[in-house]
C-alpha cells in the first residue's frame, strides 16, 4: 500500500468517526476506535521483489510505526473501558442499595 492510499484511509477512517459523532454524539465520549494499520504486500516472484524491493521496505517502515500506534490506541482503549466499567460497578453498587432501602421502606 502506498503512503497516500494510507492517508486516504487515515482521512476516511477520520470522516467516518465523525459522522458517528454527530449521529450519536454520547458514544464518542469515551470510545477511541483503533484501525489496525494494512499489513505489507510481499510479491511472490523474485523479480518483482527485486524490483519493488526499494517500496517494499518503505512499507514495513509505515506499517511498523502504525502497529505501534495501533498498540497504543488498543492500550488507552483498555484503560478507558476499564476505568468505565468500574464507574458502572459503583452505580450498580448504589443502585442494589437504593433499591434494598426502597424494599425496607415500602414493607416489600
Known sequence: ???TTVA???HLST???GAICIVLPASCLA???CIPPDHPIVPE???LLVEYAEIIEEEFEIYFKEITTYFDCMDRSRHEAF???QRRTGAYQNFLH???VARRT???
Open 1 to 3: 500500500m502506498t503512503t
Open 8 to 10: 486516504c484511509r487515515r
Open 15 to 17: 470522516f467516518a468517526l
Open 31 to 33: 470510545v477511541e476506535i
Open 45 to 47: 516472484s523474485d523479480d
Open 83 to 85: 476505568l468505565l466499567a
Open 98 to 100: 437504593r433499591l434494598e
Open 106 to 108: 415500602s414493607g416489600q
